[in-house]
Structure formats: C-alpha cells, structure tokens
C-alpha cells in the first residue's frame, strides 16, 4: 500500500508555543489531505481537509486561526499548533489517498503524532 | 455518509477467525464499505473494502450480505498482533472524500 509519514512522531512543548507536525505523502502525490485528531479512548475526529494551492477546509468547532494548515506542495502538508495549551494535547493523524479514481479511494494514514502540551 | 453499528469489543482466540460484524442498514447505492484498524498509538491501517460483492485480500475477507444491510470482516487465523480497534465505514469514494470513524470493535486476541 501507499505510505504516509509524519514527523515528529511525538513533541512536548510549553504552554504557548507553536509546534509544527508534517504530514507527507512518501510514494504518490495527493491534491488532497485529512488532518484528524484523537483524545485517549476516544476515536478520530476529522479536523480540516488541505487541500494542495488553496485554502484548507475546517470541522465546525475546529478554529483555523489555531490550526493552521498549509498544503504547499502534492506531497507535503503541516498543521501548525499555534500558542498550544494543554487541552491541545492529542495524537494528531493526517491522511492521503493515492487515487483519484473513485473506485479504488482508499485513504492512507501517518503514523500519527503524539502532543504533549505542558 | 451513512452511520454503522459495531459490537465495542469482542475476544477470539488465537488462530481462530475472528468474524466482527457491521451493521449499516441505511447505506446508499453508492457507498462502500470500507474496514480500517488501528493497533494502539498508530495511525489507522487499510484492511479492505468493497461495494456489494464479496472480497478478499492477503489480510481479511469481506462479507457483504445481498441487502448491503450488514456486512462482516473476517480475519481468517488470527494472532496476538491482529489485536486492534476495528473500524466499519460507509462512504460515497469520491477523489478527497474523508472517512468518518464510529467507536470500533476492540478485538482482543488471545493465546
């Protein structure tokens, strides 16, 4: 299957600070990448949809002003936490698909990326 | 897309199949069903998917019943590492369509 890789796979930071986490599509471009975020025993919550050139699409509830998202080429996409605070603290996941044939879509997922807000 | 109902967890014991059933009585004619797990602190993992007849591949089978109500994956001699959260998702495939996770089956497999 296709890969996906995120860098850091695991970041602590103060309170306040920006953290940036990558999201790359390792063996196929993709116009088109999900971030998603997952609290501990809870499952995936979509966050905003990147999308490569233009604006990224946010999750009601999800404010673009603190998740930036940048999708600046088909292979690469980052969100950036910005003044994260400990409520922000989440295994954040992105994910691509290969295909833009209907039929054969099927996302691929990172490894994720472990937030630790302190 | 169209909503599933999974059982929260579910034991098999090793080598054994394990069958997790799904049930998605309100999908439409042109959603598939799509199977992903996820092992605990990765990203979701890409079992298999189909839209009305059955399939398999080198990790599970895909049972889909004539009415597209139900379906059930089937992992066929299951170990130790096939312990996951699995996800049934329905879903229109259209080129930048995301998937929208329900609460899984916990499938624990045991020596």
């Known amino acids: 299957g296709a890969v996906v890789s995120q860098h850091p796979s695991w970041v602590i930071c103060k309170s306040g600070t920006s953290v940036k986490i990558e999201c790359r599509s390792l063996?196929?471009?993709?116009?088109?990448m999900f971030w998603y975020r997952q609290f501990p025993k809870q499952s995936l919550m979509l966050m905003a949809t990147s999308n490569e050139g233009s604006k990224a699409t946010y999750e009601q509830g999800v404010e673009k002003d603190k998740f930036l998202i940048n999708h600046a080429s088909l292979t690469l996409s980052t969100l950036t936490v910005t003044s994260a605070h400990p409520e922000d603290s989440s295994f954040y996941i992105c994910?691509?698909?290969?295909?833009?044939?209907?039929?054969?879509?099927?996302?691929?997922f990172g490894p994720g990326t472990r937030l630790t807000v302190l | 897309d169209a909503k599933t109902t999974q059982p929260p967890s579910m034991d098999c014991a090793e080598g054994r199949a394990a069958n997790l059933p799904c049930n998605h009585s309100?999908?439409?004619?042109?959603?598939?069903v799509y199977w992903y797990r996820q092992i605990h602190s990765q990203g979701p993992q890409y079992i298999i998917h189909g839209l009305k007849n059955n399939e398999t591949n080198e990790m599970a089978s895909l049972i889909i019943t004539e009415d597209r109500k139900s379906s059930t994956l089937i992992l066929p001699h299951a170990t130790l590492r096939d312990t996951a959260v699995y996800y049934c998702?329905?879903?229109?495939?259209?080129?930048?369509?995301?998937?929208?996770f329900g609460g899984g089956t916990r499938l624990m497999v045991k020596p």
């Open positions: 309100t999908i439409s004619g042109n959603e598939y």
């Open positions: 998702i329905v879903r229109v495939v259209w080129a930048g369509n995301m998937l929208t």
């Open positions: 063996d196929f471009q993709a116009t088109t």
């Open positions: 994910s691509a698909s290969p295909s833009i044939v209907a039929s054969t879509d099927t996302q691929y």
